[in-house]
């Protein structure tokens, strides 16, 4: 243990000094951060696992957008707009969350106003948490949290980059170049007969042409793994320990997926690290992507024309075949309306964000780019190993992530993403390096090993690309949009849905439904509640069941999410209050709704109560109880997703309920609001 906690020194990236002997370093660094067998799923946002719009119980596509290593049976489906399935993008619904306001801060301890919360919660297979010094677990474990973003209007944006969650569950098509020699045309002409408008983008087909191109770290240990080479008859970046036969899913590079943090420039931006070892948390902030710049070579077709990849991986092979080793920085947004340095950082402080010039990731020249914050880190929340259930304080790991600030005051469509990393300290992965690959491996595959018992060896079950290994999960698209004006100062607290159709063991991995958080306490004067929530009309959780159980046990139409808000007494009461004997509606604000028409305490009751079905009690034209079609009494013709309302609630205590969903002795879908 003292090995893995001891100070690592701190390297500056300067563009001289990323060598080879870099690349080792990594091998010591990024070796200890690898990872073993254990899956993770997120439930809010809600995880894809790489679903799209399945009714089966098990996904189709296990490579679809990126490789999670998980279960074929986790994950959610993408939401849906109305009570019918999607038929095109238009019918799907991406959870929209209102961005933090101006001088916001991280410390959710702080007295700052304009913080917008959001509860990321995953639940993890083989534990993590624990001190790595005073209270060892059986494992050492990281997770980390991270999100890529997109200008919601496309402007700017080729139409094969645009992120979207795509209308089939095909894996995008990829054909590497046949020379390095290619011309511009060339590539031009691979992606576009590789990029379909209907499947999933999330990474580009640029980033995962890079990783094909570019050569490999080969001061890493892999074990006694052989990684096979790619068409140009080198071993590249998709080939990892953990990947040795280069296997691609979507745009994703294995290894910038397996290895963190990575040590060229990538799209993703860190949230948060947490770790069993906090003493790392310098190194991890200070070698952010978000806080350090990153070096990667570049080479041109003609001229100007940068091409969107090399071969070479460090300083002095890019040097010496005529490229130009390059730093990179990575960014919150592009402050385009300032063209020159002394413009750019004149804006310092502003708002209290930062400016900078410098190239940004996805450039060639300086423009202006607002900094990103550090990432957290803090301790991993504590889980036992075999599990993928509560924490110690009855709820699944979770983290409150302060939604990023953007000053443009544009929408971004965005992905969330989770990374469960657990090691073994069989080999020391601070100095175990290339040299120890093959038989030279201090661990091998399936060993026997002598107990002293005349000679009767016993073999241990050991597979060495599960000794360091990757697990993830990520979101569908989802929104971070401007505030509504006059709630810059407030702090917004997201009230969401999480879990899908069907008993518990039928829905396992995922989990039933809930409200999450299901009790949240906030300050009358400061705080806003913004209630929303997503589902799917395509839950059947049909055949193939792989090793679970199929079904969809639950009220209302087979295969369809559907939730709802009405108040009741007391959390264990399973009656709601009716309309006239009811607090929470009569003592609240409505500062925002989807619709606009909910303008009254009645309109907010019956609005929640339908899950949207109806707008307004009256005076909404089609939208209005009485003049709209009767709403089905199991939800069966309400919308699948509800986009819901922004309120300010008078203090008091709460509690609700949805009707369709809460079944006592099956499940219980409730919650509670204390307003100081």
């Excluded at 989990?511 to 300050?523: A, G, H, K, T």
Aim: contains cysteine.
């Amino acid at each position: 243990d003292s090995v893995r906690t001891k100070a690592l020194p701190h390297f500056v990236f300067d563009p001289m000094v990323f060598t080879m002997e870099w690349l080792v370093f990594c091998t010591v660094f990024y070796l200890y951060l690898t990872v073993v067998w254990g899956d993770v799923y997120l439930h809010n946002p809600r995880g894809s696992n790489n679903r799209l719009n399945e009714q089966s119980a098990e996904r189709t596509n296990a490579n679809r957008v990126f490789d999670s290593q998980n279960n074929d049976r986790g994950g959610y489906n993408v939401g849906d707009l109305t009570d019918e399935p999607f038929t095109d993008e238009d019918d799907q619904y991406q959870m929209k969350y209102f961005q933090s306001g101006p001088y916001k801060q991280w410390e959710s301890s702080g007295d700052s106003d304009g913080q917008s919360f959001l509860t990321v919660e995953w639940t993890n297979q083989h534990g993590c948490g624990g001190s790595a010094d005073t209270d060892p677990h059986k494992q050492n474990c990281q997770i980390i949290l991270q999100y890529m973003c997109q200008d919601d209007s496309g402007s700017g944006i080729d139409a094969d980059d645009v992120m979207r969650d795509g209308t089939d569950t095909d894996t995008q098509d990829y054909r590497g170049p046949s020379s390095l020699d290619e011309s511009s045309s060339d590539a031009t002409g691979r992606k576009s007969g590789d990029v379909d408008d209907d499947s999933v983008i999330q990474e580009s087909w640029e980033w995962y042409d890079k990783c094909y191109v570019k050569e490999r770290n080969s001061g890493l240990f892999v074990a006694d793994r052989y990684l096979q080479s790619n068409d140009l008859g080198y071993s590249s970046s998709i080939y990892t320990r953990q990947n040795p036969s280069g296997e691609r899913s979507g745009y994703e590079c294995p290894e910038e997926r397996d290895y963190y943090p990575y040590w060229h420039p990538t799209p993703w931006k860190d949230i948060a690290v947490l770790t069993d070892n906090t003493g790392l948390c310098g190194y991890y902030t200070s070698n952010s992507f978000n806080t350090a710049g990153r070096e990667e070579c570049v080479e041109y077709w003609s001229g100007t024309n940068r091409k969107h990849y090399s071969q070479w991986n460090n300083g002095n092979d890019c040097e010496d075949n005529n490229g130009e080793w390059m730093t990179f920085y990575n960014y919150l947004e592009k402050a385009t309306d300032f063209s020159t340095e002394a413009q750019c950082t004149a804006q310092n402080g502003d708002e209290g964000m930062t400016y900078f010039w410098a190239v940004p990731y996805d450039g060639v020249t300086e423009e202006c780019l607002v900094a990103l914050d550090d990432p957290d880190c803090l301790q991993a929340p504590w889980t036992r190993s075999n599990h993928l259930g509560n924490g110690p304080d009855g709820v699944p790991s979770n983290y409150t992530w302060v939604l990023p600030y953007f000053p443009s005051g544009e929408t971004y469509r965005c992905v969330l993403r989770v990374r469960y990393n657990i090691s073994t300290d069989d080999y020391d992965g601070f100095d175990t390096f290339s040299e120890s690959n093959g038989d030279q491996s201090p661990v091998e595959k399936d060993p026997l090993v002598d107990i002293g018992a005349n000679n009767v060896p016993l073999q241990l079950a050991i597979d060495t690309t599960q000794l360091g290994r990757t697990f993830q999960d990520r979101s569908h698209l989802l929104k971070i949009a401007p505030r509504p004006d006059g709630t810059e100062e407030n702090r917004i607290h997201n009230l969401n849905v999480r879990g899908k159709r069907g008993n518990i063991v039928q829905v396992y991995p995922a989990v039933e439904y809930d409200f999450i958080p299901n009790q949240l306490e906030i300050d009358s004067d400061k705080d806003l509640v913004h209630v929303q929530w997503t589902g799917s009309n395509t839950h059947d959780n049909g055949s193939p069941g792989g090793d679970g159980q199929t079904g969809d046990d639950g009220e209302g139409d087979d295969g369809t999410d559907r939730s709802n808000i009405v108040e009741i007494p007391d959390r264990i009461l399973n009656y709601p209050y009716p309309f006239e004997q009811t607090t929470l509606w009569s003592g609240a604000d409505i500062l925002w709704s989807d619709t606009g028409d909910v303008t009254t305490a009645e309109d907010l009751a019956v609005n929640m109560a339908s899950a949207g079905y109806y707008s307004c009690m009256s005076g909404c034209y089609s939208d209005s109880a009485d003049t709209k079609d009767t709403m089905d009494n199991l939800l069966n013709n309400a919308p699948a997703s509800y986009a819901g309302v922004l309120l300010k609630l008078s203090p008091g205590t709460y509690h609700y309920m949805c009707t369709r969903n809460n079944n006592f002795t099956n499940r219980s879908q409730k919650g509670s609001i204390t307003v100081q």
